[in-house]
């Protein structure tokens, strides 16, 4: 068979986990906490499950659930959306950053994707016949060079994906950004798919400028949310896309085609969970605090850093240390001191080596700790 995507291989999150498993590794490569959700959620999900409600959802998601998306991204960012005609439920951000790709890119559009890049954009840009245009982000805080950004704008660009908090560098966009950002393509026939799955981790006070609440954003911008990292439950796939009625109209066309619609009775619990913003409240002090414990472990190795802005992720320097490439190095930490570690050159569309890891600090404190020990070893 002819591939359709002869670039693309196991992903490396599949292939470091399995490492990890095989060799009993601590795994801070795959980005998935390490710990249990809160036992109220699971309490409301059996509660669904054991009520009549496991048959299909609608096919845009159950309308109690879309209500409290509306409010709750009300009361974040002071942005109104219609339940009924603006916010699609799906099955993970993965499946709506699909279809919003799916839903716009026509073949020979381009797309600009900043790198490093989270690695589901560019196989749903080629899938589409898309031709993505890659803009680095600027070495060594991963910020964006905008007259870099304005030169990469040609007549054929149609969408530009945009990540904030970002995988996996953590940098945080700033209100200057979305300036940038409305300047370029105001008047232009641009859209945006605006990833923003870590919108409630974030650290040392940084707020999150979600690009929705910038008009002329919001009237061109899919953004797409995720209740796998907000709730410690990434295994149960939930996300979300929301996007003016005639974006909306387009996405649900691909959403009701690829998986018609989402896993019903985890809706309504999340629904009823949503009325109690505490949960997504604490996450930032809950993570400082895990970042900071993990990074204080790590101040006498020979690895550098700049403590993370947002995510769950922190991405390190190893130069001082080894001229090893970050593959063969994260294979190795994995199997000799059980530490397993994502290399960085694998969100580059041509492996550029920076000898950078990424570490993810969603895990247990004695996990943490005992990781930092061994790679303070080095
Ligand atoms: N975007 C980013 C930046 C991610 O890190 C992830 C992975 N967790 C996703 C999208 C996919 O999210 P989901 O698991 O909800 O499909
Ligand atoms: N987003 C997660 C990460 O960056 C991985 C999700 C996945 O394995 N697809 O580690």
Redesign the pocket.
């Given at each position: 068979l002819a591939s359709k995507l002869p670039s693309v291989g196991t992903t490396i999150?599949t292939v470091m986990s399995k490492l990890a498993t095989d060799v009993g590794a601590i795994n801070l490569a795959q980005?998935?906490p390490g710990f249990n959700c809160d036992p109220v959620l699971v309490s409301l999900v059996e509660k669904y499950l054991r009520s009549n409600l496991n048959q299909y959802a609608p096919m845009a998601g159950v309308p109690v659930l879309r209500d409290a998306i509306a409010r709750k991204t009300l009361a974040c960012y002071g942005v109104g959306y219609d339940p009924d005609t603006e916010i699609t439920i799906?099955?993970?951000?993965?499946?709506?950053?699909f279809d919003a790709v799916t839903a716009v890119v026509r073949p020979g559009d381009e797309v600009i994707v900043f790198e490093p890049a989270?690695d589901?954009y560019v196989p749903a840009i080629d899938l589409n016949g898309g031709v993505p245009v890659y803009v680095a982000l600027s070495a060594p805080d991963y910020s964006i060079d905008w007259p870099t950004v304005a030169d990469a704008i040609t007549d054929r660009t149609r969408l530009m994906i945009v990540?904030t908090?970002?995988?996996?560098s953590g940098r945080v966009w700033t209100a200057d950004d979305l300036t940038q950002l409305a300047r370029l393509v105001r008047d232009r026939d641009i859209w945006i798919v605006s990833?923003e799955?870590?919108e409630h981790i974030l650290f040392d006070q940084r707020i999150h400028h979600s690009l929705m609440t910038h008009p002329t954003l919001r009237e061109r911008t899919f953004v797409?949310?995720?209740?796998?990292?907000t709730f410690h439950v990434?295994g149960w796939?939930?996300?979300y896309c929301l996007a003016p009625a005639a974006f909306t109209t387009e996405f649900r066309k691909v959403h009701q085609y690829l998986t018609f619609s989402t896993v019903t009775p985890i809706q309504y619990a999340l629904a009823d969970y949503l009325s109690q913003p505490d949960h997504y409240r604490a996450l930032p002090d809950f993570y400082q605090r895990k970042r900071d414990l993990f990074l204080d472990s790590l101040r006498d190795s020979r690895f550098t850093f700049t403590p993370t802005e947002g995510?769950f992720?922190q991405t390190v320097s190893y130069a001082a240390i080894t001229t090893e490439p970050d593959y063969d190095l994260a294979v190795r930490l994995t199997h000799e001191i059980g530490v397993a570690s994502i290399p960085v050159s694998v969100f580059y569309h041509q492996r550029t080596d920076n000898k950078i890891l990424r570490f993810c600090f969603a895990k247990e404190d004695a996990d943490l700790l005992r990781a930092a020990e061994r790679l303070c070893s080095l």
């Open positions: 999150f980005g998935f799906t099955s993970g951000a993965s499946e709506a950053i989270y589901c990540n908090p970002h995988n996996p990833d799955v870590y797409v949310g995720s209740f796998g990292k990434t796939k939930i996300g995510s992720f």
